[in-house]
């Protein structure tokens, strides 16, 4: 929780080859962040986590994490905390069970309400944008006074800043760092820029 407390932007990994993780986590970490989310959207993720848990001073959880039995894949690849894109009891019991956090993901106060009365008090706000981004994290800030959010979903370079900027907001989780377009042309220096760039737009 302090690592991503720190480092306030979550770069959310769809990564296709496993064997070019390593280098993807050397260069988020040469421009300044500590941690990374890799997704459970293709079949190296958990490759791709065990390899980037490897780097010194990075930081990987698992995301878009469905069921339980990928709850076990992913901390017995490393994963440190685990996202998913929507609440799943089952998921969160078996977090539990590991000893690792589990963010996941609300659209509704009833959603947020869930997350409470499992024991939570920090969830994914997604996705962010299409529910009404800036606004409704502020909106549902007053109620749930004790929830910190993390905002994924339409976050980016031109308004990171606004959401950092609501106190509830923990970190964000974001995309425009590691694209796709990068990692497919392995342009690592253009990742470290991004990254770099990002961190000074939020100072």
Avoid at 28 to 49: K, M, N, P, Q
Avoid at 76 to 96: E, K, Q
Wanted: one cysteine or more; a negative charge.
């Amino acid at each position: 929780m302090e690592v991503i407390a720190a480092g306030k932007i979550v770069p959310v990994v769809v990564i296709e080859e496993a064997a070019f993780a390593g280098r993807l986590a050397d260069a988020l970490v040469e421009g300044g962040l500590h941690c990374a989310e890799v997704t459970f959207r293709t079949a190296a993720a958990a490759d791709a986590i065990q390899r980037m848990a490897e780097r010194p001073g990075m930081l990987v959880g698992a995301g878009t994490v469905l069921t339980a039995a990928q709850v076990d894949q992913a901390v017995d690849a490393g994963a440190r905390f685990v996202v998913s894109p929507g609440f799943n009891a089952a998921v969160v019991r078996r977090c539990a069970e590991h000893g690792v956090p589990v963010f996941p993901g609300v659209a509704s106060p009833s959603e947020i309400m869930q997350a409470l009365d499992a024991g939570l008090d920090t969830v994914k706000f997604f996705p962010a944008e299409q529910l009404g981004g800036v606004h409704m994290v502020r909106a549902l800030s007053a109620p749930f006074r004790s929830v910190r959010f993390i905002p994924t979903g339409g976050v980016n370079a031109g308004n990171v800043a606004d959401y950092l900027a609501v106190p509830s907001v923990l970190a964000v989780g974001g995309t425009w760092m590691v694209a796709p377009d990068l990692l497919a042309a392995r342009d690592w220096d253009a990742v470290t820029s991004r990254t770099r760039s990002a961190l000074e737009k939020i100072a």
